[in-house]
């Protein structure tokens, strides 16, 4: 395993305050993620090579908003 992606997933194992998950998750969002517009709907497209990021997004999402997560 390299040393980034240990790192990267220490990192994703880490509790975070309410407010510094929303950043975080933004974040991840803005690098890993694309917005289109669909059947006049905006769509979130996010996707993650590495699986601990995938799942802290997941995670992050799931916790602080209320809304269609789907695979």
Same mark, same amino acid.
């Given at each position: /395993?390299s040393? =980034? ?7 994703? $194992?880490?509790?975070? &305050?309410?407010?510094? =998950?929303k =950043? ?7 690098? *890993?993620? @694309?917005?289109t517009? $669909?059947? +006049? +709907?905006?769509?979130? *497209?996010v996707? @993650?090579e590495?699986?601990?990021? =995938?799942?802290? /997004?997941?995670?992050? &999402? @799931?916790? *602080?908003? /209320?809304?269609?997560?789907? *695979?």
């Amino acid at each position: /395993m390299s040393y =980034a992606s240990e790192v990267k997933k220490e990192l994703t $194992s880490l509790t975070v &305050h309410r407010d510094n =998950a929303k =950043a975080e998750l933004m974040a991840l969002i803005r690098i *890993n993620g @694309s917005l289109t517009i $669909s059947n +006049h +709907h905006f769509v979130l *497209n996010v996707s @993650s090579e590495n699986p601990a990021i =995938a799942r802290r /997004m997941y995670k992050l &999402h @799931s916790q *602080n908003f /209320m809304a269609l997560l789907v *695979n």
